[in-house]
């Protein structure tokens, strides 16, 4: 819904009156269809643009009514402002009060992703899983599984290493940062640098078999 002015003058002076009209879908195309005629609104105080507001369903934009009022119209037509912004949506349409979005905890995406696309293209996330983390590999250090798969907090290191090189203690700092804990499922909380150095003994324990699988794809991709 959405306010529109009709101008009379009578004896030189013109007067300016407000209608309520919203928006309806015809057999003929979309039409406006008025909800209720307001008459001169000059002399609204603030509650009664509050008022109004909340009879068209929107509390919050008494103010913008006002300040709409204000403006006035052009040859009986309210200006382009007409508080489209504030209309009912359709239903294959949503509406954004852009006053009311902001940017908070912004992660960087694009260099991870692309790392995270490089190790699963080169076959390393399956075959870490296979090595580290399926049903009949060697369990992690200590004699237990891990709660926290292994081949992804290897793939974390991994990624690491290719986009922003650093020491484990430092990855604590710098992952939760990136987008990889959505990407790859993780927990924060439960990645600590015990795990990291957990996972670095568990890939070290198959060095002859990743570069055996690096080698077989380097032959594959470059012949």
Not at 54 to 74: I, N, T, W
Not at 152 to 158: C, E, H, R
Request: charged share 30%; hydrophobic share 40%.
């Amino acid at each position: 819904m959405f306010l529109r002015s009709t101008a009379k003058k009578v004896k030189g002076k013109t007067y300016r009156y407000w209608k309520l009209v919203e928006n309806v879908r015809t057999e003929r195309g979309v039409r406006q269809r008025v909800v209720a005629h307001l008459g001169d609104l000059a002399s609204f105080r603030a509650e009664d643009w509050q008022a109004l507001a909340e009879r068209m369903g929107e509390p919050e934009m008494a103010r913008a009514l006002e300040a709409q009022v204000e403006k006035g119209g052009k040859r009986g037509r309210p200006r382009r402002t007409v508080l489209e912004l504030y209309a009912q949506p359709q239903p294959d349409s949503i509406s954004i009060r852009l006053s009311s979005v902001h940017w908070k905890e912004a992660r960087d995406f694009g260099d991870v992703y692309v790392g995270l696309e490089l190790w699963k293209r080169l076959g390393l996330g399956k075959l870490l899983q296979e090595l580290l983390d399926a049903p009949g590999a060697k369990a992690s250090s200590g004699g237990r599984r891990s709660e926290v798969p292994l081949h992804l907090v290897a793939t974390l290191i991994a990624v690491n290493r290719l986009v922003a090189p650093r020491s484990e203690w430092a990855i604590l700092r710098w992952w939760p940062k990136t987008a990889l804990p959505s990407l790859l499922g993780l927990p924060v909380g439960k990645v600590s640098d015990d795990r990291l150095y957990r996972a670095l003994d568990a890939v070290w324990a198959h060095k002859a078999e990743i570069e055996a699988h690096l080698q077989g794809e380097g032959e594959r991709l470059f012949a």
